[in-house]
């Protein structure tokens, strides 16, 4: 049975990284449904509206860092998390989404479904 497509906004402001990130993965994978099957895409988006006004630790943004490496010599790049969202906030929460799914086949189809709101 086949349900259609729903689409939940998600209010960031004022809350904590984890618990809004935690939130968008449940919903992403579909464990929200009572027809919930791990290996079937549930196809239900989520808008993250006010995704600048997430709530980050001082002691955490100064602390952590978001690490990527290019695989060329020197190409490691470290930034601080309240560098990354000052550049771009809706990167800090879809790194922490995309870290809390599942690692299978399916991460990247439930990411592109991940939509944040600019306007409000």
């Known amino acids: 049975m086949n ?3 729903e689409t939940h906004t998600i209010d960031a402001s004022g809350r904590a990284i984890g618990r809004v990130a935690s ?7 579909g ?11 549930s196809s239900d988006v989520v808008v993250v509206l006010h995704a600048g006004q997430v709530k980050l630790d001082a002691k955490k943004a100064a602390e952590t860092f978001h690490i990527r490496h290019s695989g060329h010599p020197g190409g490691f790049r470290k930034v601080s998390l309240s560098r990354v969202k000052e550049m771009d906030p809706t990167q800090l929460i879809s790194h922490a989404v995309y870290s809390m799914l599942p690692q299978n086949k399916l991460r ?6 991940l939509k944040f709101d600019s306007s409000v």
Do not use: G, S
């Open 3 to 5: 349900r259609p497509t």
């Open 23 to 29: 939130e968008v993965a449940h919903i992403l994978q």
């Open 31 to 41: 464990k929200h449904r009572p027809d919930y099957t791990p290996h079937i895409d």
């Open 108 to 113: 990247t189809n439930r990411m592109k479904r």
